[in-house]
């Protein structure tokens, strides 16, 4: 008697060598659902503790089982004693994976507050505070406006550097969350086994019928207790920790545990340092020490400068302090930061979670993408995609939702073939489905047999009853040695024969039978049928696709009469001369939106790369029904079979197409790796194992490429944590892999990665946008100090303005920004060259600094000697009046008029100064975000109101301006004093020439491209 | 700024001998670009300098467009001091030469001699009258005549006589006058309602009266008699309205000289003067408007 045992969900936590039996694995989290109480029976574990010292799996693969006793002095029948048990225990620590350390949060905190830019706040606060104390100890009046200042900037840094973090908090929190939806490795479940692999010892013989699977694959793979590969990872003699057990029954030594686990090794080092910069990252950094550089640049030169004309060394010192705060773009990290979490929020409807806010920008740089086959591509569910019966080849419909054509159904073979599918078949709907489509329906069984009753279900209808009218007799169970199945059914009532079937590889079957089922005549199976039958094998074993064969036979009433005693084991019954009745084929099919996927990808000059652990010609042919390889593109063998000629005489440059095998790919050098992915735009890499991925990834990244990888399995994480953005399966992915990848695709599906491409280019351009918008005011808020120092007029605006701009009135404006659309079909650009295309280049800070941001100067000071001189300040008075100005005890200080005016009364003319100078920055700035909209196209082809946030942005900054303008009680508290209407309209006409000029450059700029003017000016 | 930095390090990127780059640019790529700017500032200084002017046009030569930041007006005082305080030695010169240098240097501009010139000066009379009013702003008149103000209006403050401003006494002199504003006429108080008790004594017909007293309660009394000097005791009306500089270029403000004769020595004083007036204000964050604010230590030790 053949038992069987079935055993799903459950985990092992050991790695451990196989010393008998064979069986199958499967990746834990696949899916296969978990119904939490695993039928693991506790008694056919015999797991014995190991030793490892430094030892990473070694040799223990390959060496004998007596050997490994000694090494693990440990007993393969008996296992450790429970003191060596213990002293195991002890040494090792638990058997479980420890977290991997974080950063403490206060250092990610203080990490936010110590940026290059926070850093000169700090200083700038320093020196306002030493300013402070020594005006204070002198007893100088107004030295509180210091204390003021300093005590606004350090806020500033701090509420910046909150709002950083709470950013990242996020962002780690999404994850967090996330990892709740996924089922956890239960620990009770190991402590369990804790106990029995020290008390329960090996009886278990290894001769069951077993079902045996491989455990990174999602495929199952079976395991034997031989050593089949030096590789500890490809030999399938080691169970590896986190694969689930999908059959069978094993036994096996403990050889390795906890964080020593391949898994272990790999949640290490994928958690561990050594996290490539993000593009995004590095541009920001960059550009963030350019500013930087700049800031001190300005504010030294400008520090001697005031030393040379003959400040004191403390005026000086607050010079320098307030260039640093005007030149500052404060609020340009907290709009980048918005910008890509926005987007990311974007993503997360469209089923990509970004983890890492600026993995969405990588997205959007990425050359070539390294995707998997399995579930990603295609659908992840067997479906019955041919059918070879009456010697024609019929198509099934494959689509997700049945919305293919249907094939005749009108032919006798076709009811017998159909019968037979039907009832020789064990697999079984789970109850209580009737309301979902077939489809979707969950089923008990393999791969192959659901993909039959589901097609079965489709066409005749009614699967279950159908089989209750044939009664099952006798069943011999299909197996992977004699790849046959029979089925003894018998019919209905007055018919007394019975009705044997089967179905199984069909070289097999077609051994078995003698006649042939054609439009329903049972005609003599002779040479030319079986010529038929090859090729149409062949036809469909081309496709790539999984093809069975279909036999049944009514058996003679008298030789097997009702009652008459079948034996499975003994088969007493006929299994030759039976009747041929079709073939059936199935495919893993690709999902309906890919290949427009890979088209748009292909468009958007990204190269998709197929890498996967199924067989080279079922890879090809998804490749080629995705779009991967193009319609007419050959490879090497095709050409060699075109021309009739040796494959080595093949030009290989004439290939466009090339399918590498994980054999292959293993003698190749990286050279060799390279040149083929040089050559080969289209690439398939079939039967790879997941360490190859890695070499691909790498591989791709040496010839410079951006590349993006998916993955699901636990050992994908290595090549996930490497590629520049790593894409981890929602569904049928690990945690480890989750953890490890910088976006999960909650859907699985190829087609969210395309949308999140143009995503990340969409931001790319925006933020461009945002950051040209916000460095453009940093030039109207330096010159006035520049202004100030070298010409001595009354400062025309403070520091705690310039803070308001930055920080108030500007920021929902070039937030607004990322909300624009795209200028053109970005997905028909090729991606971003990172070394050359920055995301602040020369053009763009040379047009906002000298060009926009020259003219908003020019209308601030313009405004600013409109109010001076209707005040009573012509503009030569106001030309070294500083010092006069500035005195406190002046208080009949004369103007243009002759009249005399106070300190205090000089004092809110300045403010109202301020306060003109920031009207003028944020009217110019309107229009500076308008212009901003595009940055090659004219804003009246992008539309002026289609970005509704963008308006509202416009509206709130103009309100905001208005609060602070005349709020009551404003002048004393931030310097704004309420200014005359007039003063808000000076500086329009500069706003329109800013948007007048713009349009002049972008006209240009498309007018003709490659010109100076483009060179120069597009940025 | 330029990816170059990277490729062939600092030097490269400032002088390219290959390419013949300066700065990663060729001569005449910075010919080209330097021209463009050259260009564009000229225009934007140009259109800068044009809009000023335009401005300039648009302003009125002999009153500001607005005057809502300098009036009301402020109340100054000479001498002045730093942290408004006025200590001195009477027996030591030096502790008081810089406070009677600088009224003497203020009242020099109030010399007879200067105002001998008929065409530009008239006398107004020594005692308080009605506004003067001579002509509208914008008038052809012309630049007006300014009224006297004789020194000697200010008696033993006048320096005249005492060089030394009665400090040498101990009976300090302080000149007080009001800050001009162009086309502003102070109005006197039309009631006592606004007035302490005991500067209603000053008011009178045509007259901006001044007051001192005490800041503090307990220096209730030690200030002694405050003597004040000038038209009226105060700011006559017929120095009023001011034609702005280019009209009133004489224009001499009417000034209040203000002595503390019996001042308690040895201590430190505060003292409060104040202008009262209908359209006098005061303001919590200008101690100088309408009103002043003075620390008093005459030494005799």
Redesign the interface.
């Known amino acids: 008697m053949i038992k069987n045992v079935v055993l799903q969900t459950t985990h092992f936590f050991y790695e451990k060598k196989i010393t008998k039996s064979i069986f199958y694995l499967q990746d834990s989290y696949n899916m296969f659902e978990m119904d939490g109480e695993g039928k693991w029976n506790a008694a056919y574990i015999p797991f014995i503790v190991p030793f490892t010292i430094g030892q990473f799996l070694q040799d223990d693969h390959e060496i004998t089982i007596e050997e490994l006793e000694m090494r693990y002095t440990t007993s393969v029948t008996k296992g450790l004693t429970s003191r060596m048990a213990s002293e195991v225990l002890e040494r090792d620590g638990p058997n479980e994976l420890l977290p991997p350390k974080g950063t403490p949060e206060y250092i990610k905190f203080a990490r936010q507050l110590a940026g290059g830019l926070q850093c000169l706040m700090w200083v700038a606060a320093v020196i306002c505070f030493i300013a402070f104390g020594i005006e204070f100890s002198r ?1 100088t009046l107004g030295c509180f406006d210091d204390l003021y200042l300093a005590i606004t900037l350090i806020t500033v840094v701090v509420v910046t550097g909150c709002f950083g973090y709470y950013q990242e908090f996020k962002s780690t929190n999404i994850i967090a969350s996330f990892k709740n939806l996924v089922p956890q490795v239960k620990i009770w479940k190991y402590r369990k086994c804790m106990v029995i692999s020290v008390c329960i010892l090996g009886q278990l013989e290894a001769n069951l019928g077993l079902y045996l699977g491989g455990c990174w694959e999602s495929e199952p793979q079976s395991k034997t207790p031989e050593c089949t590969h030096e590789n500890p990872l490809e030999t399938k003699n080691i169970a590896f920790f986190s694969t689930t057990c999908l059959e069978g029954v094993a036994t096996g030594t403990v050889i390795n545990t906890g964080d020593r686990t391949i898994i272990g090794r790999i949640a290490s080092l994928a958690s561990g340092v050594g996290n490539e910069k993000t593009p995004i990252a590095i541009e920001i950094e960059h550009f963030v020490d ?1 500013i930087a550089g700049l800031a001190i640049f300005f504010g030294f030169t400008f520090f001697v400068v005031a030393m040379f004309i003959g400040y004191a060394f403390l005026e000086a010192m607050i010079f320098f302090m307030a260039i640093v705060v005007a030149y500052v773009p404060e609020g340009l990290l907290a709009t980048v930061t918005v910008c890509l979490s926005l987007t990311a929020k974007r993503l997360a409807r469209k089923n990509c979670v970004v983890k890492n806010l600026e993995a969405v920008e990588t997205l959007g740089s990425t050359s070539v993408i390294c995707s998997d086959k399995t579930g990603t591509l295609t659908q992840n569910r067997m479906t019955v995609a041919h059918l070879w019966f009456d010697n024609v080849i019929h198509a099934a419909d494959t689509t997700e939702d049945q919305s293919g054509q249907s094939f005749d159904q009108s032919s006798e073979t076709w009811r017998s073939l159909a019968r037979v599918a039907a009832l020789c078949n064990r697999a079984i709907f789970k109850p209580n489905q009737e309301s979902l489509p077939i489809p979707s329906r969950i089923v008990v069984g393999d791969a192959s047999e659901t993909a039959l009753l589901k097609f079965t279900e489709l066409t005749i209808g009614n699967t279950m009853e159908y089989r209750e009218r044939f009664k099952k007799v006798v069943e011999v169970p299909f197996n992977s040695t004699n790849k046959f199945q029979v089925i003894h059914e018998l019919e209905d009532p007055l018919d007394l024969r019975y009705l044997l079937v089967m179905k199984g590889a069909p070289e097999r079957i077609l051994e078995r039978c003698s006649t042939i089922l054609i439009k329903g005549q049972e005609l003599p199976l002779d040479e030319q049928w079986r010529e038929a039958f090859q090729t149409a094998y062949m036809d469909l074993g081309g496709l790539g696709e999984r093809v069975l064969g279909f036999c049944h036979i009514y058996m003679n009433e008298k030789e097997f009469p009702r009652g008459y005693k079948f034996e499975s084991e003994e088969m007493n019954f006929p299994t030759s001369g039976l009747c041929f009745a079709g073939l059936i084929s199935m495919i893993d099919p690709p999902r309906a939106t890919v290949p427009d996927a890979v088209m748009k990808c292909r468009t958007a000059g990204i190269r998709v790369v197929m890498v996967t652990g199924d067989h080279p010609i079922t890879a090809r042919a998804i490749a080629a029904n995705v779009g991967i390889i193009s319609e007419g593109s050959e490879t090497i063998e095709d050409i060699a079979a075109r021309k009739r000629i040796p494959v080595e005489q093949v030009n290989k440059r004439d290939a466009r197409a090339c399918v590498i095998n994980g054999g292959q790919l293993k003698d190749m050098s990286s050279e060799e790796l390279d040149e083929a992915l040089r050559s080969h735009p289209e690439m398939v890499f079939a039967r790879t194992s997941p360490q190859q991925k890695l070499i691909i990834v790498e591989s791709c990244q040496r010839l410079g490429s951006i590349v993006a990888v998916t993955g699901d399995g636990v050992n994908d994480s290595p090549a996930l944590k490497k590629a520049d953005i790593g894409i981890a399966m929602g569904i049928a992915g690990s945690d480890a892999a989750k953890n490890a990848a910088d976006m999960i695709l909650l859907d699985d599906n190829f087609a969210s990665i395309v949308t999140g491409v143009e995503q990340g280019r969409l931001i790319f351009d925006n933020l461009k946008k945002s950051i040209a918008y916000t460095l453009t005011k940093n030039i109207p808020e330096l010159t006035p100090y520049l202004i100030y120092i070298t010409v001595s007029v009354p400062l025309p605006l403070g520091c705690i303005t310039i803070l308001f701009i930055e920080l108030a009135t500007d920021i929902f404006p070039s937030v607004s920004l990322a909300y624009e659309k795209a200028e053109s079909d970005i997905m028909h650009l090729k991606p971003r060259n990172p ?2 295309d ?1 995301l602040v280049n ?1 053009a763009l ?1 040379v047009y906002s600094y ?2 926009i941001g ?2 908003q100067s ?1 209308a601030g ?2 405004d600013y ?2 109010a001076m ?4 300040w ?2 030569l008075l106001c030309v070294g009046l500083r010092s006069q100005w500035e005195n406190v ?1 002046l ?2 200080l ?12 000089r004092l ?2 300045e403010y ?1 100064c301020y306060t003109v100078f920031f009207v003028s920055i944020e009217i110019c700035q309107i229009s500076d975000v308008l212009i901003r909209k595009t940055r090659r196209l004219s804003v009246f082809q992008q539309g002026f109101f289609r970005n509704k946030v963008l308006v509202s942005a416009i509206v709130f900054q103009l309100l905001l301006g208005n609060l602070l303008c005349y709020c009551p009680g404003m002048p ?1 508290i931030f310097n704004f004093m309420p200014i ?1 209407v007039q003063w808000w309209f000076v500086p329009v ?1 500069y706003g329109i ?1 800013i948007f007048v000029y713009d349009e002049i450059r972008k006209l240009g700029v498309r007018r003709y491209p490659g010109s ?1 003017w483009d060179q ?1 000016l597009y940025y | ?3 170059n930095k990277e490729d062939g390090g600092w030097k490269k990127f400032v002088w390219n001998s290959e390419k013949g780059e300066f700065c990663g640019r060729t001569g005449g790529s910075w010919f ?2 330097l021209g ?2 050259l260009i ?2 000229s225009f ?1 200084a140009g ?2 300098v044009g ?2 002017q335009c ?2 046009l648009t ?1 009125s030569d ?9 009036a009301p ?2 109340l ?1 005082h000479t001498p ?5 305080e006025l200590a001195f030695n009477l027996n030591d010169l030096e502790t008081y030469l810089p406070y009677t240098k600088a009224m003497r240097d203020f009242l020099s501009m109030y010399d007879e001699d200067k105002q001998r010139d008929q065409m530009k000066y008239e006398d107004c009379g020594d005692e308080p009258t009605e506004y003067k009013y001579r002509g509208d702003l914008n008038s052809d008149v012309g630049v007006r005549k300014a009224c006297r103000f004789q020194r000697s209006l200010l008696g033993p403050c006048s320096g005249i006589e005492d060089r030394e401003f009665g400090f040498k006494e101990g009976k300090p002199c302080l000149i007080v ?1 009001l ?4 086309n502003f006429v102070p109005r006197p108080p039309s009631s006592n309602d606004s007035i302490p008790e005991a500067a209603q004594y000053k008011v009178r017909p045509n007259v901006i009266p001044i007051f001192c007293t005490n800041r503090r309660e307990e220096d209730a009394g030690k200030i002694g008699e405050v003597k004040y000097y000038g038209i009226g005791e105060g700011f006559p009306l017929q120095y009023y309205p ?1 034609y ?3 009209l ?1 270029p004489q ?1 001499l403000q009417p000034l209040v000289a203000i002595q503390f004769v019996n001042v308690t020595m040895n201590t430190e004083l505060r003292i409060e003067c104040k202008v009262f007036g209908e359209n006098i204000g005061y ?1 919590e ?5 309408g009103r ?1 604010e003075l620390k008093l230590q005459v030494t005799n030790l």
């Open positions: 007893g350019i070394r050359k920055r020369e800070a000298f060009q020259a003219i020019f000071f313009t000697f409109t001189a209707q005040e009573g012509y503009p005890h208080q009949d004369q103007d243009s008029y002759g009249q005399e005016w106070t300190y205090a009364q809110y003319q109202t004393n005359r006409p020439l100076w120069e | 700024m330029s990816s080209k670009i463009f700017y564009f500032y934007l259109l800068f809009t000023i401005l300039l302003l002999y009153k500001p467009t607005w005057q809502d930041r300098v007006p402020g100054s002045r001091s730093d942290k408004s006058k800050n001009r504003i162009v001011y702005s500089k280019v009133h224009y303001s964050k200008d101690k100088f408007q002043f």
